[in-house]
């Protein structure tokens, strides 16, 4: 018994030989140091295949090539990252990307398995009736004779061009069925300074707007106390220029408290914080359906037009800009925008100054399979749509593939694509007054995600001010 139990104990303590535990200790960094070796080889023999073979031969001339890398690397490092690394939500989507990150290390799935418009439909209907029922947002009262009245009543016409979404949102919100005089029925607090009227106001205009917001804030919290309950947290504003990331940077709390209703949603910049704030769709007004929509032949492989106003633009002009079936314009169009979208298998996105521009919603609204080319884009009404369903999402290294990439598209999920295209295009249109699930709807239930479980009551004596 004894020899058994001080055999136990010699095991029990690990009494290993010097050189076998300095052995042991290296193995795992051996292991780390073949593996990254083994990777590393692989990755450089798949570059190489792909800009090597002449079976798959998708470059004429390596220098021009090396120069639109040169373009896409900034000069900052500020926006280094931003611009050359993946992101797991830019993944690219097609087989033919086989060199890129992401597909080496099976981040990203098969695209054609991702059917479905909405990431849980049944779950969705039946949160949005109860979003429908019961969600309750106040208002915070402005009068007619406010001195800036036009910053914060709705408008009183039909808003139009490309920052309409953020007045449509408050004019229908202000007639909608959420709204409640009764602070403590609120789930939320709609703070109505429009970004877009401020911007072109002259007393205030771009560098007085964050003096404006402070001085808002300041009001509210004084003359309210709601504000104060919870610094902020169950307020929104909404944005839909980009000038609107910056509007809180005067008062801190509200910066990284209030939820922001913007269509700028990178979630790159520090100014956004995703599943806080809600990205919302920008959107040219438009009613009814396009011409032609049904019967519309699309001979184009895929449409741009824009300005190079960023190296994405610059790299996609670089490379395709004299090509036949990707047409990238970037001067005026000899005919209208509705005809390339009508003609179009493919709409391209890519981004600009900023991440967002209205393209997505045109190519949706003419059945125009998008292609996001915008890195950090945090889409819009995410939380709801599969958006790996009915577009196709490019990396910006992959611009000198592009056009592989869309041809490895089969007709079959090309019409998936299309079809699905079409089924969400109900999502990004705005209406007056709304229809169910509309751009508004849809907006509201963003908003009703992020609403908090606790409602905080005010006491009878606050409730008197």
Not at 126 to 135: C, P, V
Not at 181 to 197: C, G, H, Q, T, Y
């Given at each position: 018994?004894?020899?058994?139990?001080?055999?136990?104990?010699?095991?029990?303590?690990?009494?290993?030989?010097?050189?076998?535990?300095?052995?042991?200790?290296?193995?795992?960094?051996?292991?780390?140091?073949?593996?990254?070796?083994?990777?590393?080889?692989?990755?450089?023999?798949?570059?190489?295949?792909?800009?090597?073979?002449?079976?798959?031969?998708?470059?004429?001339?390596?220098?021009?090539?090396?120069?639109?890398?040169?373009?896409?690397?900034?000069?900052?490092?500020?926006?280094?990252?931003?611009?050359?690394?993946?992101?797991?939500?830019?993944?690219?989507?097609?087989?033919?990307n086989?060199?890129?990150?992401?597909?080496?290390?099976?981040?990203?799935?098969?695209?054609?398995?991702?059917?479905?418009?909405?990431?849980?439909?049944?779950?969705?209907?039946?949160?949005?009736?109860e979003?429908?029922?019961?969600?309750?947002?106040?208002?915070?009262?402005?009068?007619?004779?406010?001195?800036?009245?036009?910053?914060?009543?709705?408008?009183d016409?039909?808003?139009?061009?490309?920052?309409?979404?953020?007045?449509?949102?408050?004019?229908?919100?202000?007639?909608?069925?959420?709204?409640?005089?009764?602070?403590?029925?609120?789930?939320?607090?709609?703070?109505?300074?429009?970004?877009?009227?401020?911007?072109?106001?002259?007393?205030?205009?771009?560098?007085?707007m964050?003096?404006?917001?402070?001085?808002?804030?300041?009001?509210?919290?004084?003359?309210?106390?709601?504000?104060?309950?919870?610094?902020?947290?169950?307020?929104?504003?909404?944005?839909?220029?980009?000038?609107?990331?910056f509007?809180?940077?005067?008062?801190?709390?509200?910066?990284?408290?209030?939820?922001?209703?913007?269509?700028?949603?990178?979630?790159?910049?520090?100014?956004?914080?995703p599943?806080?704030?809600?990205?919302?769709?920008?959107?040219?007004?438009?009613?009814?359906?396009?011409?032609?929509?049904?019967?519309?032949?699309?001979?184009?492989?895929?449409?741009?037009?824009?300005?190079?106003?960023?190296?994405?633009?610059?790299?996609?002009?670089?490379v395709?800009?004299?090509?036949?079936?990707?047409?990238?314009?970037?001067?005026?169009?000899?005919?209208?925008?509705?005809?390339?979208?009508?003609?179009?298998?493919?709409?391209?996105?890519?981004?600009?100054?900023?991440?967002?521009?209205a393209?997505?919603?045109?190519?949706i609204?003419?059945?125009?399979?998008?292609?996001?080319?915008?890195?950090?884009?945090?889409?819009?009404?995410?939380?709801?749509?599969?958006?790996?369903?009915?577009?196709?999402?490019?990396?910006?290294m992959?611009?000198?593939?592009?056009?592989?990439?869309?041809?490895?598209i089969?007709?079959?999920?090309?019409?998936?694509?299309?079809?699905?295209?079409?089924?969400?295009?109900?999502?990004?249109?705005?209406?007056?007054?709304?229809?169910?699930?509309?751009?508004?709807?849809?907006?509201?239930?963003?908003?009703?995600?992020?609403?908090?479980?606790?409602?905080?009551?005010?006491s009878?004596?606050?409730?008197?001010?």
């Amino acid at each position: 018994m004894g020899k058994s139990s001080s055999f136990c104990y010699q095991i029990s303590q690990h009494r290993f030989s010097t050189s076998f535990g300095g052995s042991f200790f290296f193995l795992p960094l051996s292991l780390a140091i073949s593996t990254f070796l083994l990777i590393f080889i692989y990755v450089y023999c798949t570059t190489s295949k792909v800009f090597t073979t002449s079976e798959n031969n998708l470059y004429q001339d390596s220098s021009s090539i090396s120069s639109v890398i040169q373009q896409m690397i900034p000069f900052s490092l500020e926006n280094a990252a931003e611009e050359l690394f993946f992101s797991p939500r830019s993944a690219p989507l097609s087989n033919a990307n086989q060199w890129s990150m992401g597909n080496l290390f099976g981040l990203y799935g098969n695209y054609v398995n991702n059917t479905e418009v909405y990431h849980d439909r049944d779950l969705f209907l039946e949160d949005y009736k109860e979003m429908n029922r019961s969600l309750k947002i106040y208002v915070y009262p402005h009068s007619k004779d406010d001195p800036f009245a036009n910053v914060l009543l709705p408008v009183d016409y039909d808003p139009n061009g490309h920052y309409a979404s953020e007045l449509y949102l408050k004019k229908v919100l202000l007639k909608s069925h959420f709204i409640t005089k009764n602070p403590n029925e609120a789930d939320l607090f709609f703070m109505p300074f429009s970004i877009v009227e401020m911007r072109h106001d002259p007393r205030i205009g771009p560098e007085g707007m964050q003096d404006f917001i402070k001085d808002y804030i300041y009001n509210i919290s004084h003359k309210y106390p709601y504000w104060n309950r919870t610094d902020g947290a169950d307020h929104f504003y909404v944005a839909c220029h980009s000038i609107g990331r910056f509007a809180m940077d005067k008062v801190f709390a509200a910066k990284f408290n209030v939820i922001q209703v913007v269509c700028s949603s990178s979630y790159f910049v520090a100014g956004y914080i995703p599943h806080k704030d809600a990205s919302m769709p920008q959107i040219w007004p438009r009613q009814g359906d396009p011409p032609n929509l049904a019967s519309s032949k699309r001979k184009q492989l895929a449409f741009f037009a824009g300005t190079i106003n960023s190296p994405a633009r610059l790299a996609l002009l670089k490379v395709w800009g004299n090509d036949t079936d990707v047409f990238a314009n970037f001067g005026r169009l000899r005919t209208s925008d509705a005809d390339h979208l009508l003609g179009s298998k493919f709409c391209l996105h890519v981004k600009g100054f900023e991440v967002n521009t209205a393209r997505v919603a045109d190519a949706i609204y003419y059945g125009c399979v998008p292609v996001i080319l915008a890195n950090h884009y945090d889409l819009p009404l995410t939380d709801i749509l599969n958006w790996e369903s009915f577009s196709v999402v490019v990396h910006y290294m992959d611009i000198p593939v592009l056009k592989n990439i869309l041809q490895r598209i089969s007709l079959e999920e090309y019409s998936l694509l299309q079809s699905n295209t079409l089924k969400v295009r109900k999502h990004f249109q705005w209406n007056d007054p709304p229809i169910d699930y509309d751009a508004f709807y849809m907006t509201m239930y963003e908003l009703w995600l992020r609403r908090s479980s606790v409602r905080v009551r005010l006491s009878s004596s606050m409730e008197q001010m």
